[in-house]
C-alpha cells in the first residue's frame, strides 16, 4: 500500500501502520516540540551561567589588580612624604646656592680676564669692541650653554682686528684658556682689504668670578659694559 506521501514501500520492507487519530497525533508532535524547546532552553541557559561565571571571575581579578596597585601607589606616596623634608631642604639650598652665585657675577675678575684677552692678541691686532655681560639680580639663574650644558655667568662680546684671519682664530683658540671658559663661537668675519675685523662670542662660567680666582673686588680703573 502506498504512505500517504504515495510513495510505494520498498521490497522487503515491513509495512508500517499509523492508526492514531490525527489529533493524538499532533499531541504527540506538540509534546515533542515542548520536549526539544525545554532542552534548547536548558542548554542556552547553562551557556549564559558559564559566561556569567567567567565575567565575574574576570571582574574579580581586575578588581584586585587595581586594589593593588592602589595598594602600592599609596605606599610609594607615603615613602615619599616621609622624605618631603630633605627634598624641601635640597630645594632650598638649591636657591641658597643660585642667589649666592647671582650677587658674586657682579664681582667679576676683570683685571685677570683683560689680561689674558690682550696676550691672546695676535701681532699687530687690536680690540676694536669689548662688552661683558653678567646676570643680574632680575635674571635667571638657569641659563646653561646648550652644547656643554654648563651654566653661563658671563657672556664676552669681542670685536677683533687682526691683519690676518688666522690671528682671529688663534684668538678663538686662546679663549679657552682663560678662567670660566664654556664655549665660544665666531658669529662673522669681514675683511677690510688691510685687516680682518671678527665678532667672537665667549661664554664664561662662575670661574671667572673674582671669588674663585683670588682676585680682590671692586677693581679700580676697570669697568664693565
Not at 72 to 97: C, E, H, K, P
Request: net charge neutral; aromatic share 6%; glycine share 8%.
Amino acid at each position: 500500500m502506498a504512505s500517504k506521501n504515495n510513495v510505494q514501500p520498498k521490497v522487503g520492507q515491513i509495512p508500517k501502520a499509523d492508526f492514531l487519530p490525527p489529533r493524538v497525533r499532533q499531541l504527540h508532535e506538540a509534546r515533542w516540540n515542548r520536549h526539544k524547546l525545554a532542552v534548547a532552553t536548558v542548554l542556552v541557559s547553562a551557556i549564559c551561567a558559564v559566561g556569567y561565571a567567567v565575567s565575574y571571575n574576570a571582574f574579580q581579578g581586575s578588581q584586585a589588580n587595581l586594589l593593588a596597585a592602589q595598594a602600592q601607589t599609596q605606599s610609594i606616596l607615603s615613602g615619599q612624604s616621609r622624605f618631603a623634608d630633605i627634598v624641601a631642604l635640597l630645594n632650598q639650598s638649591n636657591r641658597l646656592d643660585a642667589a649666592l652665585t647671582v650677587v658674586q657675577e657682579k664681582d667679576v675678575a676683570w683685571k685677570t680676564l683683560i689680561g689674558l684677552m690682550q696676550e691672546s692678541l695676535p701681532q699687530g691686532g687690536r680690540i676694536a669692541n669689548l662688552s661683558l655681560n653678567g646676570l643680574s639680580s632680575m635674571e635667571s639663574t638657569t641659563s646653561v650653554e646648550a652644547l656643554t650644558g654648563k651654566s653661563v655667568a658671563v657672556t664676552v662680546n669681542v670685536t677683533l682686528e687682526s691683519p690676518t684671519y688666522q690671528g682671529v682664530e688663534y684668538f678663538l683658540l686662546d679663549s679657552r684658556q682663560w678662567p670660566g671658559y664654556v664655549n665660544a663661537t665666531l658669529g662673522s668675519i669681514t675683511d677690510k682689504g688691510t685687516s680682518f675685523v671678527g665678532e667672537l662670542n665667549i661664554l664664561l662660567d662662575a670661574n671667572v668670578l673674582s671669588s674663585h680666582s683670588g682676585e680682590p673686588t671692586g677693581l679700580l680703573g676697570v669697568g664693565k659694559q
